[in-house]
């Protein structure tokens, strides 16, 4: 099956700093990719859509300037979680849809990143 | 989309079917059952989907009652490695703008 890859898996940073996480397709095109956000022991809560070539779209309650999308390409999207602080620490997992995936049509998911702020 | 119903948790012995329900009395007929789970640390990895007929794959069936108000994947012969959160999810499967909304869904633990 497709397979979609974070990086970093893990990481620490300090507080006030920033983060960048990477999500690549590897070996199929996404023109859509999400990104969630899961913190201990809760399910997973959609941050945003982003489309390759346009803006992303954020749901609400999530601070578009805090919480910046990057789909440049067919294969990858970034997140960057600017001036993270302690409340940001949680598990960040993207996904990719394969446009030419058929009639199965569901998302692929990344193995997640887990970001501890200090 | 509609909302799902499953229990919290549920235990399996090894080698035993698993079987986890899934209500999703208000689903509309454009609404696909689609099933994920989540192992522990892990990203959420598809599983099956359908809309009405029963389906099966390599991984799983999906059972689907006649009025579509709820629904059951089966693990025919669950293994140790099946433990995780069991998420079923209603959506509508069209151009690709549709969002997955996962609910608590059901923690299955498989014992040996």
């Known amino acids: 099956g497709a397979v979609v890859s974070q990086h970093p898996s893990w990481v620490i940073c300090k507080s006030g700093t920033s983060v960048k996480i990477e999500c690549r397709s590897l070996?199929?095109?996404?023109?859509?990719m999400f990104w969630y956000r899961q913190f201990p022991k809760q399910s997973l809560m959609l941050m945003a859509t982003s489309n390759e070539g346009s803006k992303a779209t954020y749901e609400q309650g999530v601070e578009k300037d805090k919480f910046l999308i990057n789909h440049a390409s067919l294969t990858l999207s970034t997140l960057t979680v600017t001036s993270a602080h302690p409340e940001d620490s949680s598990f960040y997992i993207c996904?990719?849809?394969?446009?030419?995936?058929?009639?199965?049509?569901?998302?692929?998911f990344g193995p997640g990143t887990r970001l501890t702020v200090t | 989309d509609a909302k799902t119903t499953q229990p919290t948790s549920m235990d399996c012995a090894e080698g035993r079917a698993a079987n986890l329900p899934c209500n999703h009395s208000?689903?509309?007929?454009?609404?696909?059952v689609y099933w994920y789970r989540q192992i522990h640390s892990q990203g959420p990895q598809y599983i099956i989907h359908?809309?009405?007929n029963n389906e099966t794959n390599e991984m799983a069936s999906l059972i689907i009652t006649e009025d579509r108000k709820s629904s059951t994947l089966i693990l025919p012969h669950a293994t140790l490695r099946d433990t995780a959160v069991y998420y079923c999810i209603v959506k509508v499967r069209d151009s690709g703008y549709s969002t997955l909304t996962f609910g608590k869904g059901t923690m299955l633990l498989v014992s040996p």
């Open positions: 996904s990719a849809r394969d446009p030419l995936a058929g009639p199965r049509n569901e998302q692929y």
């Open positions: 070996d199929f095109q996404a023109t859509t």
């Open positions: 359908g809309l009405k």
């Open positions: 208000t689903i509309s007929g454009n609404e696909y």
